[in-house]
């Protein structure tokens, strides 16, 4: 049995399914991933300037002129193929690293961000103030109306802590299912990646696919592109009955 046959297999025979996915599932968007070597964002940028607290505070100009040139890349990007086939599947959790929304854009409903949502901006000062924007025009550094302090994109940097109402239910997701689809991540992002052995350990399949090998307790790994093995992966689930799960984050 090919490596694809047998995740077509696993998948079908799965009753709940969880999906883990990073920025390899938008790359055929358009979408820059973070580690490849010739395009990725961190091959270009420095991390440490421009996705941590000591970068915002040492230039925070900087930090949102390079988010709100991302934001206006993803506005003008659609959803690809692999996006629309995990949307067609009502009852599948996504617990995802992306900060885009093209999960959401392509009709998925359960979809949790564990690294924030770059569609909205909340204060630095985590008075709890949060505005939802517009990413084909967004607003440049300002004020929080609130308390004062700087607004920032709504997302997670190195050193800071994940969401921790999204963390939780994206490990109810992944302990409660079967089997775990792990789409387009390097998987070397941590607590992020834990989740992949968590799941392991939890008795689900781990069916990979990704454009390269990645270390990860797998049933299976099917390498190449998301937007082709995706659907072919998924052709012909029987898509279960959607329970009370998680809903959306808000994005
Ligand atoms: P990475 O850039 O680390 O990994 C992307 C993975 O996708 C790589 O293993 C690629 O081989 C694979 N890939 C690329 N194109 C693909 C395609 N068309 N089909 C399938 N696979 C493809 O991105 P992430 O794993 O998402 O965190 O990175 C994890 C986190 O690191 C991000 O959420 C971000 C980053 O720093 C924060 O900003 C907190």
Redesign the pocket.
């Known amino acids: 049995m090919s490596s694809i046959e047998h995740a077509h297999a696993l998948v079908a025979e799965a009753g709940r399914v969880a999906t883990f996915t990073?920025?390899?599932?938008s790359?055929?968007s358009g979408i820059d991933?973070?580690?490849?070597p010739a395009t990725?964002y961190?091959a270009r940028y420095d991390?440490a300037e421009l996705?941590s607290p000591a970068g915002f505070a040492a230039d925070p100009g900087l930090v949102i002129d390079w988010y709100n040139h991302r934001r206006r890349t993803l506005a003008a990007a659609e959803p690809n193929a692999a996006h629309r086939a995990l949307a067609e599947q009502a009852d599948l959790t996504h617990v995802t690293?992306?900060v885009d929304h093209l999960l959401e854009r392509a009709g998925a409903q359960r979809v949790l961000h564990l690294?924030g949502s770059i569609g909205l901006d909340r204060c630095h000062r985590a008075c709890g103030y949060e505005e939802r924007i517009d990413i084909s025009a967004p607003p440049g550094l300002r004020p929080c109306p609130s308390c004062g302090a700087p607004l920032r994109p709504a997302?997670?940097?190195?050193g800071e802590t994940l969401p921790e109402a999204t963390w939780i239910a994206s490990v109810e997701a992944i302990s409660a299912a079967d089997l775990l689809l792990v789409?387009?991540?390097?998987?070397?992002?941590y607590p992020?990646a834990g989740l992949i052995d968590h799941a392991r350990s939890t008795g689900a399949a781990v069916v990979v696919?990704?454009?390269?090998p990645?270390r990860a307790p797998a049933d299976v790994a099917v390498i190449?592109?998301?937007?082709d093995l995706v659907p072919m992966i998924l052709a012909g689930r029987r898509v279960g009955q959607a329970d009370a799960g998680p809903g959306s984050d808000v994005w």
């Open positions: 990073g920025a390899g599932l790359a055929e991933t973070f580690r490849d990725g961190w991390p996705a690293q992306n690294h997302v997670v940097w190195f789409i387009g991540t390097s998987g070397v992002v992020a696919v990704n454009a390269e990645i190449g592109s998301a937007a």
